[in-house]
């Protein structure tokens, strides 16, 4: 399985869990486990200019920078520079935020992690325990479409004990890079173009982009009997592959009777899973969502056997044999 980013915590805050349930066949919507921030909560650090080592090749936002040796002693204190000023949102405390980066040691330059190589952006969310605290106060108030640098002192980054699988030790202080590309809370939505919706056989679903649950309209006919995936809004992203993990608004429902089992839709939530881990779940979901494109909302009709089958969640809506209906706005991937 692909190594996840370390800056990531093992337990992403604001996640679900799709349809938990005790028949083995449940996943939680977290994506798989990476190292934590080694350091427990500490005070909020002063914040500073500098120093900052320079960015001397690829300074455009976007390009993968090549950034010099940290300039004498760091500061004791987090610094943060706006390289690029962007014009976007305002990014907030608990958003997601989607960025590349790149991240050296002050003393010797030596790059320990990028995203620009694997050609994707990551996605995290700045909460305590999700991320190093130093991304955290560095990032909150930052607009999206901005370049920022930063050097996070041990005590906002690994501390002590240091990161060993990096080579990043208890003294390091790191260097970043970050180009800040978006941002996502619980009233994100799919901002995709309409696509006709001609079938009168599948569900009708609303085009509101205002954060809230769109309305879903279940004909009075028999479900399909095999797996639909179509685009409600369609964006233009990349298309999803089979290996990346999606954040996501989404909600589901049974065809009969309508009800709604499980949302995020004015939970104060979204929802993070790895379609690889869906895939032991909802097969009919990971496959629906498979191919679809970043920016998209989708409805996708999962049949029983490649949804719950005869082995349902117990004490739910969810009976031996439903047809299950899922709306799934598509925020980002990695």
Do not use: H
Request: hydrophobic fraction near 35%; charge should be positive; charged fraction near 20%.
């Amino acid at each position: 399985m692909r190594r996840r980013s370390l800056l990531l915590a093992a337990v992403p805050a604001g996640l679900v869990t799709l349809a938990a349930c005790g028949d083995g066949k449940s996943v939680s919507s977290k994506a798989s486990a990476s190292p934590s921030p080694s350091v427990p909560s500490v005070p909020p650090p002063k914040i500073v200019d500098g120093p900052l080592p320079a960015i001397t090749a690829g300074v455009k936002f976007g390009e993968k920078p090549t950034v010099a040796k940290g300039p004498g002693e760091p500061s004791k204190n987090l610094a943060v520079k706006t390289v690029i000023a962007g014009g976007g949102r305002a990014v907030a405390e608990n958003d997601f935020v989607q960025a590349n980066y790149l991240g050296q040691i002050w003393d010797t330059a030596k790059v320990f992690d990028n995203s620009y190589d694997k050609k994707r952006p990551l996605v995290l969310q700045l909460a305590e325990g999700s991320v190093i605290d130093g991304w955290r106060y560095a990032l909150t108030g930052r607009k999206t479409g901005s370049r920022i640098a930063i050097a996070v002192p041990p005590t906002w980054g690994y501390g002590k004990s240091g990161e060993p699988q990096a080579g990043i030790k208890g003294t390091d202080t790191l260097v970043f890079v970050i180009d800040v590309i978006d941002s996502f809370n619980s009233k994100s939505s799919a901002k995709g173009k309409p696509v006709a919706q001609g079938d009168a056989s599948l569900p009708k679903v609303a085009t509101n982009t205002d954060g809230n649950a769109p309305k879903v309209t279940i004909p009075k006919t028999d479900a399909p009997k095999k797996l639909v995936s179509t685009y409600v809004l369609e964006g233009d992203g990349p298309e999803l592959t089979s290996d990346q993990t999606v954040l996501c608004q989404f909600q589901g429902l049974v065809w009969d009777g309508g009800k709604t089992f499980q949302q995020t839709y004015g939970s104060g939530r979204l929802s993070q899973f790895a379609l690889e881990q869906m895939q032991q779940a909802v097969k009919g979901l990971a496959q629906g969502l498979t191919g679809k494109k970043v920016g998209s909302r989708v409805l996708i009709v999962v049949p029983p056997e490649l949804g719950y089958g005869d082995t349902p969640p117990s004490g739910g809506v969810i009976k031996k044999g439903s047809t299950l209906v899922f709306t799934v706005d598509v925020l980002a991937a990695m």
